[in-house]
């Protein structure tokens, strides 16, 4: 079914970034006090396990960076942890630190400790994090915060997606030029296909997980997207990105309707990792073009939610008004949802980006 998230029940979401505890915890003993340790048994598989299911890790312990840092590259595990927090502050702001850099909301952190008083410190600060004793750590795979709906390409190579977006982001600090150039200068990389079976599930993940970059807030089964790609009325349209650094995977999904007259916009979601890429007014100006080569007018559905202003003010950028015209007689909305209009006219390739399109003129 089709969940909408102002109807939805509310329900505890998958945790995204669980921040581990060194010493006692992810390892047997104390580093600085007894020099050698070893990490727990079963926990390296955990760990893996964790990480192939596009649960992001990282670490908040009160320990010398460089010894424990060390020591987690002797274990072989040093490469699983993303944005460690090795120091002697509270472990709460270094796991508020890590949601930050992550833009994760905290009710999809988790924390793990053996000391009760540190996670009592990191439930008192951060309510909504959840907590959890040492001696649940082999027994986290099994639980269902931990338990993903769907596992999807992009999901298992989530982390090193992150980690190259944070070599990115080091990059673009270090970069004293325009933005433009700086974008130029990564070899950006965009695919606009139509979507596969194979890609509904991530297409699906990419509509669940999108709030910020969602026009509705609207969100669509796999099922749902399955009967779509079968309706020669619809277009399910998936976007992908790459660039000198790596993939980013699927970054964004267009569902379009074709009606007499004009294409209707019912969903446009992108990443709130490739806003700051310029990626969803590439993909409105592909449309745009798309439609004034197809002489048609563009509707796009919007329905403001608590957090998606970004996207109507990408709507707007693009020319989308609240004009009405008589294109938009036929199209049914319900749930509050509002049509943005806009004719188009021809629009000049995005030059800070390189994109590989369709013709939706074509089947």
């Known amino acids: 079914m089709r969940r909408d998230d102002a109807t939805s029940t509310t329900t505890t979401p998958t945790v995204k970034c669980l921040v581990w505890d060194l010493d006692n915890t992810l390892w047997q003993g104390t580093l600085l006090e007894d020099g050698e340790v070893r990490i727990r048994p079963g926990l390296r598989e955990t760990i893996a396990e964790l990480d192939t299911r596009g649960i992001l890790q990282s670490v908040a312990s009160k320990n010398d960076h460089d010894h424990a840092w060390e020591k987690l590259e002797q274990l072989g595990i040093a490469e699983y942890f993303v944005l460690p927090r090795i120091g002697w502050g509270p472990k709460s702001a270094s796991v508020r630190d890590i949601a930050d850099r992550l833009n994760f909301a905290m009710n999809t952190m988790a924390f793990i400790d053996d000391q009760p008083v540190e996670r009592a410190e990191v439930t008192h600060v951060l309510p909504e994090v959840r907590v959890y004793d040492a001696e649940h750590a082999p027994?986290?795979?099994?639980?269902?915060?931990?338990?993903?709906?769907?596992?999807?390409?992009?999901?298992?190579?989530?982390?090193?997606?992150?980690?190259?977006?944070?070599?990115?982001?080091?990059?673009?600090?270090?970069?004293?030029?325009?933005?433009?150039?700086?974008?130029?200068?990564?070899?950006?990389?965009?695919?606009?296909?139509?979507?596969?079976?194979?890609?509904?599930?991530?297409?699906?993940?990419?509509?669940?997980?999108?709030?910020?970059?969602?026009?509705?807030?609207?969100?669509?089964?796999?099922?749902?997207?399955?009967?779509l790609i079968d309706d020669p009325g619809h277009e399910v349209l998936v976007v992908t990105l790459t660039d000198r650094f790596g993939p980013y995977g699927a970054v964004g999904v267009v569902l379009l309707q074709r009606c007499p007259g004009t294409w209707r916009i019912k969903l446009l979601a992108t990443s709130c990792r490739v806003v700051s890429l310029g990626a969803g007014a590439a993909i409105l100006r592909w449309l745009t073009d798309q439609a004034y080569r197809g002489q048609v007018h563009l509707n796009a559905d919007f329905r403001a939610t608590e957090r998606n202003r970004m996207m109507e003010?990408?709507?707007?950028?693009?020319?989308?008004?609240?004009?009405?015209?008589?294109?938009?007689?036929?199209?049914?909305?319900?749930?509050?949802?509002?049509?943005?209009?806009?004719?188009?006219?021809?629009?000049?390739?995005?030059?800070?980006?390189?994109?590989?399109?369709?013709?939706?003129?074509?089947?």
Not at 148 to 162: F, G, I, K, L, N
Not at 332 to 352: F, K, N
């Open 313 to 363: 003010v990408a709507y707007r950028f693009a020319g989308f008004t609240d004009d009405s015209c008589p294109c938009q007689n036929a199209l049914e909305r319900t749930g509050g949802i509002s049509p943005l209009h806009l004719v188009p006219a021809l629009q000049p390739a995005a030059d800070t980006l390189h994109l590989e399109a369709p013709d939706l003129g074509r089947p």
């Open 139 to 227: 027994d986290l795979t099994a639980r269902p915060e931990f338990t993903p709906a769907t596992v999807t390409v992009d999901s298992r190579r989530r982390r090193s997606m992150y980690q190259a977006s944070f070599r990115r982001d080091a990059q673009r600090a270090e970069f004293t030029g325009p933005d433009a150039d700086f974008l130029r200068s990564l070899d950006i990389r965009m695919r606009i296909d139509r979507a596969t079976p194979q890609q509904l599930s991530r297409v699906e993940e990419l509509t669940l997980r999108t709030s910020q970059m969602n026009a509705t807030g609207v969100h669509y089964s796999e099922d749902d997207l399955r009967a």
